[in-house]
């Protein structure tokens, strides 16, 4: 049986803040429908694929934020979404912010199979940014303030006739991320991201963003033989330029597939999952090549320490 998956990315051009949820939704629906001719069977949308990305601004009373939040999913304005994809038989994985009802704040990315079920709900760990108003920054990233660091972890699930991950924006950055769904097998990372082109604590990195962002995707999905489904939300929002340059990644770490421009786009690669195997039983046999006696610190330590400290010079 072949286990090729048609998989859109559906990137997002700008969200601002005055526009409805129900725009938004409107939006959704039209990359799903252009998905279904294409032949999707999985379309990944970005991380916060709702709102506006309101972690740039620092609410002195976090309740003000609330309404950016979902409470549930599906609930009254995803309903539409859910109801049309169950009828296309397209699944789809969404980034959302969360308030739950014990009170905490997630950033999350939800899978849904083509029967309209929820497959799992992923929230992003590593949280980038900061939590106290910055002034001296042109805009804030306060995702530090908004979202709880996740939990859980990170899980691979059997869905869509493979093993499937999610990972959400900063995540794709370490790569952590990748070995611990690696280990687990996975075939197919999904990942939304929201990612200012502007890097107030270094602007040198400003002209690195997209050789970076493809950077660690490529790297992320070779070292661990899986597909990398990269989705972003770009444009200009409330006057913030965000990067596009979604792509799809195959386990090789070449791109296959990559957005164009920074509006709503779709783009759409066969993904053979049987490839994975190509480089998980070769290269990167972990059975075989790893040292995790060696690799203790990984789990045992955050922050560097200097070898040299303690040490008479
Ligand atoms: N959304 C998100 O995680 N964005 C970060 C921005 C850099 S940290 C301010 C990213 O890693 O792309």
Excluded at 53 to 59: A, E, N
Excluded at 138 to 152: G, I, L
């Amino acid at each position: 049986m072949s286990r090729t998956l048609t998989v859109g990315a559906a990137q997002l051009g700008p969200i601002q803040k005055s526009h409805t949820r129900e725009e938004v939704v409107q939006r959704l629906l039209a990359l799903l429908g252009e998905a279904a001719e294409r032949g999707c069977e999985l379309v990944v949308f970005p991380e916060l694929a709702l709102t506006t990305f309101f972690p740039r601004w620092h609410l002195e009373d976090i309740s003000e934020a609330d309404h950016y939040y979902e409470r549930s999913m599906p609930n009254e304005a995803t309903q539409p979404l859910f109801d049309e994809a169950r009828r296309l038989g397209i699944g789809f994985s969404l980034g959302y912010a969360l308030l739950d009802d014990d009170g905490h704040r997630w950033n999350v990315q939800t899978l849904v199979d083509r029967e309209g079920s929820i497959v799992a709900t992923y929230r992003k760990c590593h949280i980038p940014g900061h939590e106290a108003y910055e002034p001296d920054r042109p805009f804030q990233h306060a995702e530090r303030y908004y979202f709880e660091p996740s939990d859980q972890g990170f899980g691979v699930w059997e869905a869509f006739g493979g093993n499937m991950g999610m990972m959400i924006c900063n995540d794709r950055r370490w790569p952590e991320t990748y070995r611990a769904m690696g280990l687990q097998s996975v075939e197919m990372i999904l990942c939304g991201y929201n990612t200012p082109i502007h890097y107030a604590p270094d602007p040198s990195q400003d002209v690195l963003q997209g050789f970076h962002n493809s950077l660690v995707m490529q790297a992320g999905a070779y070292q661990n033989g899986t597909w990398v489904i990269g989705v972003a939300k770009g444009g200009r929002e409330e006057g913030v330029m965000g990067l596009g340059q979604s792509c799809i990644i195959a386990p090789s770490g070449q791109i296959v597939a990559q957005a164009l421009s920074t509006d709503d786009e779709l783009i759409v690669a066969n993904c053979d999952l049987d490839w994975c195997s190509r480089y998980k039983g070769t290269l990167f046999d972990f059975d075989l090549y790893r040292r995790p006696e060696l690799y203790g610190r990984i789990t045992g330590q955050r922050g560097a320490i200097n070898p040299q400290e303690g040490k008479k010079s």
